[in-house]
């Protein structure tokens, strides 16, 4: 039985800095559970102080521990009995149902076995790539040696907290850096536990420490942080440039940086089976309530085949049944708070003033008390300049155009600010791979839509949807920097 009451849930408390909990003289903020908007928590954010000390606590942990100078294999040992506790702890999953937006039934079978796979995909890289040898003349010897930066600054947001953390954690700490990860403040607690299992596998205290509190406090100290060598961040694009920004001012620090998104789904009148295509674009659109930034919410379909495809979307829609997140049977996530959904309220209005129009959905569920869980929406009439086409909106709403060639197809599915993701429907290989070429997207899909449990595979968006890449050996690299050295003998 995976249902819990939330009102017997332990929360780990405040800052996590050199194995202990630790508490702050920071402004203090109200923590709402998403499922019903009632505050279950107070904390205080970390001040500039409360950071300097995290990061100062990780610099000097790498030295008196070793971790960074330790047998890369070892590094492994102890990232995989992390992963290890991972999915045997109870409690950690409770806490992600309760303070995010992910149902408990999803956080057993999805988030936690995910994260836990993304370290140990990480620790089985510690020993696998490290520097090379070049060819140089027969008197000398060249050679490119791979080192951690030091310390690497996290931030995380609220939509998937442990699978997020799992991404900024598993690699940098598997190529001998310390983290100090700042979680979103919506979202503060699984991450803590996640932190304190990481001691109990074995990690050194002060290797990886949490700070809570508000991007505008804590994140933007952590990122001016001058011991901070590096910074890895998932959030909104308009956080992600005054990141960039401050990291290129205070340090000239690199960065990695996954950002918004707002991508299509490009259905071509071969796509196939009908009703296939209906479920993958709604989970496409709706999973996590929408709340995701590889959401695929610009459905883009070929005219001879829009009205059955479109009428079969808006049939799955409204057989959607919101529940709270910490119910066994509950599948459909709410919005995470009341600010969220008043911003796809408004994105809604200003697009139906521009002449969209409702085809389902368009507001909130009648029946769910004070949590924000939004109907699964369709806006139809929508031309490229509306704002539903324009603007993440960050909730489950899919606008629906039309086109009738390939090239007119190709041309609507391009955006000027976003190329995250991009999803494909055809079953012709010439088509899809002219497709694949044409879309300036940094993941596309053909035939499927979202993820996979590919660690291997990188993700990360193009234009104004990030730099640098999450996931895949790519993201471990990212995590070290490159020492060319020459010997002549």
């Known amino acids: 039985m995976l249902s819990f009451d939330p009102e017997k849930v332990s929360l780990p408390a405040g800052h996590y800095i050199g194995g202990q909990h630790c508490q702050s003289q920071g402004a203090s903020f ?6 019903d908007g009632r505050v279950y928590a107070t904390l205080q954010d970390a001040t500039p102080q409360d950071v300097d000390r995290a990061v100062t606590v990780a610099h000097q942990a790498l030295k008196s521990s070793g971790w960074s100078g330790c047998p890369p294999r070892e590094r492994g040992r102890v990232l995989r009995r992390w992963a ?31 994260t836990a796979e993304a370290i140990r995909f990480y620790a089985e890289c510690a020993d696998k790539y490290s520097g090379d040898l070049f060819p140089t003349r027969d008197s000398s010897l060249g050679m490119l ?3 951690p930066y030091g310390v690497i600054a996290a931030i995380t947001p609220w939509n998937f907290p442990l699978s997020m953390a799992s991404w900024k954690c598993g690699p ?5 850096n310390a983290v100090v990860l700042k979680p979103s403040e919506l979202t503060p607690f ?9 001691i109990q596998a074995g990690l050194p205290a002060g290797v990886l420490n949490i700070v809570q509190g508000s991007g505008a406090v804590t994140g933007s100290a952590l990122v001016k942080h001058p011991l901070v060598r590096k910074v890895s961040f998932t959030g909104s694009t308009l956080t992600g440039q005054r990141i960039m920004s401050d990291a290129a001012q205070h340090g000239m620090k690199p960065v990695t940086l996954e950002l918004g998104g707002k991508s299509p789904q490009l ?12 479920q993958r674009i709604l989970r496409g659109f709706t999973a996590n309530g929408g709340q995701a930034c590889v959401a695929g919410t610009r459905l883009i379909v070929q005219r001879n085949i829009a009205d059955p495809l479109v009428e079969r979307l808006a049939q799955l829609c409204r057989e959607v049944k919101p529940g709270v997140t910490w119910q ?3 599948r459909y996530a709410p919005l995470i708070d009341e600010r969220q959904g008043n911003k796809v309220c408004s994105v809604i209005e200003a697009a139906k003033a521009q002449g969209a129009e409702v085809l389902v959905g368009g507001g909130r569920f009648a029946d769910t008390d004070d949590g924000w869980f939004w109907q699964p929406t369709l806006l139809s009439h929508v031309t490229q300049d509306n704002p539903a086409v324009q603007q993440e909106i960050f909730g489950p709403v899919l606008t629906v155009q039309t086109f009738d060639d390939e090239e007119q197809g190709l041309a609507m599915a391009a955006h000027d600010t976003y190329g995250l993701c991009a999803g494909v429907h055809t079953l012709s290989l010439p088509r899809a791979l002219r497709a694949m070429r044409a879309i300036d997207a940094g993941t596309v899909w053909i035939n499927r839509y979202g993820r996979s449990g590919d660690f291997i595979i990188p993700t990360g968006g193009f234009l104004g949807s990030g730099i640098g890449k999450d996931l895949g050996r790519q993201a471990f690299q990212a995590c070290q920097r490159q020492k060319s050295v020459l010997i002549d003998f």
């Open 30 to 35: 109200e923590v709402k559970r998403p499922s």
């Open 84 to 114: 290890d506790l991972i999915e045997q702890d109870a409690l950690l999953a409770q806490l992600e149902a309760l303070g995010s937006t992910r149902p408990i039934n999803d956080v057993v079978l999805h988030e936690i076995p995910f």
């Open 145 to 147: 040696i791979a080192e």
């Open 172 to 176: 940098a700490l598997a190529a001998g």
């Open 190 to 198: 699984s991450t803590v536990r996640m932190a304190e299992l990481a």
């Open 267 to 278: 259905v071509f009148d071969d796509a196939g089976d009908l009703e296939v295509l209906a």
């Open 328 to 330: 066994e049977d509950s």
